[in-house]
């Protein structure tokens, strides 16, 4: 059974980093994309950041150039998102996802002063 683990949200004033972690176990097989999505309230889920197994990004336009997903280099299935220049419309439940089929419990972060 697939379990992807989140962790590191927080509370954090804007302009502050948070960074995110998730560990994915269970996994049989190569996944063919991990990343991270976000849902705040009384909004529909978006895309944050993916990364395919070969290692090819892509970034939601609202976070482009202040969020970075990257990999843990010895365990592919690790994966991580350093959220820097942070704003209150970040403010979210960030969930991380495999394959579009496998989700995480969510970690909330919240920007506020």
């Known amino acids: 059974q697939v379990q992807l683990v989140e962790s590191g949200g927080g509370l954090v004033q804007p302009g502050g980093s948070l960074r995110l972690s998730c560990a994915a176990s269970?996994?049989?097989?190569?996944?063919?994309?991990m990343g991270w999505y976000r849902q705040a309230p009384g909004k529909q889920r978006e895309l944050v950041a993916t990364?395919?197994?070969?290692?090819?990004?892509?970034y939601g336009g609202s976070v482009k150039g202040r969020f970075t997903i990257s990999r843990d280099n010895a365990n592919r299935n690790t994966i991580y998102l350093q959220m820097n220049s942070l704003k209150p419309e970040d403010t979210a439940v960030y969930y991380c996802?495999?394959?579009?089929?496998?989700w995480g419990q969510g970690t909330q972060v919240t920007v506020s002063s």
């Open positions: 996802n495999v394959d579009l089929r496998y």
């Open positions: 269970g996994m049989t097989f190569g996944f063919n994309v």
């Open positions: 990364i395919t197994y070969g290692g090819r990004i892509t």
